[in-house]
């Protein structure tokens, strides 16, 4: 329930976001698959930023700047 609080704090109504709606049913289906719930939380929370631009994420290490290999992203 906290995720789907999340969502309705955070998007618009009207806003369609299927990108969102598809991240967040996967996170929903994988529910017993995690031990610690807090941890699905706060990852979901994260990407929530993250897809709303609140948080800028990089392509490039913030110490070398060498590109990020997309197993890491």
């Known amino acids: 329930s906290e995720i ?3 969502i309705l704090k955070t998007q ?5 976001s299927p990108l ?4 967040t049913v996967l996170y929903l289906k994988n529910i017993p698959h995690f031990p610690c719930h807090t941890n699905l939380k706060l990852s979901f929370l994260l ?4 897809h709303d631009g609140i ?3 990089s392509t490039a290490c913030a110490f070398c700047s060498a590109p990020l290999e ?3 992203l």
């Not at 618009?12 to 369609?16: A, D, G, M, N």
């Not at 969102?20 to 991240?23: F, P, T």
């Not at 990407?47 to 993250?50: T, Y």
């Open 4 to 6: 789907s609080q999340l």
């Open 12 to 16: 618009l109504e009207s806003k369609p």
């Open 70 to 72: 997309t197993i890491w």
């Open 55 to 57: 948080f800028p994420f």
């Open 20 to 23: 969102l709606y598809d991240l």
């Open 47 to 50: 990407k929530l930023i993250v």
